[in-house]
DNA sequence: ATTGGTTGTAATAATTATAGATACATCTAT
DNA sequence: ATAGATGTATCTATAATTATTACAACCAAT
């Protein structure tokens, strides 16, 4: 299994919001146009990452902005706002390993460790990439183009 | 969405083909039940193992036992030999982003990437640690229980 | 204050992925 | 031959994700 396409949608998403606000008025149905997905999985992202601090999104007239620096916002941020992981969990463990086998029975915290050792080194690659590094890749290739 | 459990059940696995080795047959009706999933699951699980060269499965007679030094199967030969992500992509995409549109043309051009070391950064923590490394700790484990 | 366009969110359906279960041909050692 | 395993196909069940529909709540402009 991979990871959430939330993510991949969420980082996006920003980059529109940010590529677009001065030219048009960025709405869900508009960011789902772009992004090619139903416009209610787009507002229920927007919805996580308002609650996460990044964006704001305007009731009833429309619209939404990044609501941070863009030096500031990381990847990571990105990804825990769009809660791509149960519980912030990266490894899916089998359930009910068995008891009165002794390794069955310890199989977690053999494990525990090590995964979230794994776990944490990727965490730490994405929080040294900020949206504004992603903007300005992106404003290079478009230009390209 | 999670990576899924064939990587914690295949370290499972492994660390009961060395564990039981020496007292018991290790079939796959016996890890089944450690385990605590179908049997086919660890057949199916096995013969993947098996095509890295990981373990050996004995047909007819039964039984398992691992293949490799154990201080030179990685974590990371585990997950590829797992199979847990799709073509080795961790992060999943959203597929069709619109053409027309700058940011959705250029959205995997610009991603790739930074996604790329995301992921390596994971890979590269999951190389340091080998099955040897899990066994150990393993043992300290069950002794104290 | 009504209207048009938009968000917020519930409810449901469709799709996809994973795991479980059954069945059985094949194999090996005895 | 037989008993006990594996290898694998097929089908079902379960779970998770995404898509869709619907509509109340909201805001700005006229």
């Given at each position: 299994m991979q990871i959430s396409s939330r993510f991949t949608i969420a980082v996006h998403v920003l980059v529109c919001i940010e590529t677009f606000k001065n030219d048009y008025k960025v709405t869900s149905d508009f960011l789902a146009l772009s992004v090619n997905v139903n416009p209610v999985v787009i507002r229920r992202l927007l919805q996580q990452l308002k609650k996460a601090g990044i964006v704001n999104v305007v009731r009833g007239s429309g619209g939404t902005s990044v609501e941070k620096p863009l030096d500031e916002i990381t990847l990571l941020d990105v990804y825990n706002a769009a809660e791509c992981v149960e519980e912030g969990a990266l490894f899916h463990f089998h359930e009910n390993?068995?008891?009165?086998?002794p390794v069955g029975k310890n199989i977690h915290a053999i494990l525990d460790t090590r995964l979230e050792e794994i776990q944490r080194a990727m965490e730490n690659e994405m929080k040294s990439v900020t949206i504004q590094d992603v903007i300005n890749d992106a404003e290079k290739l478009i230009k390209i183009k």
């Open positions: 390993p068995n008891q009165l086998c």
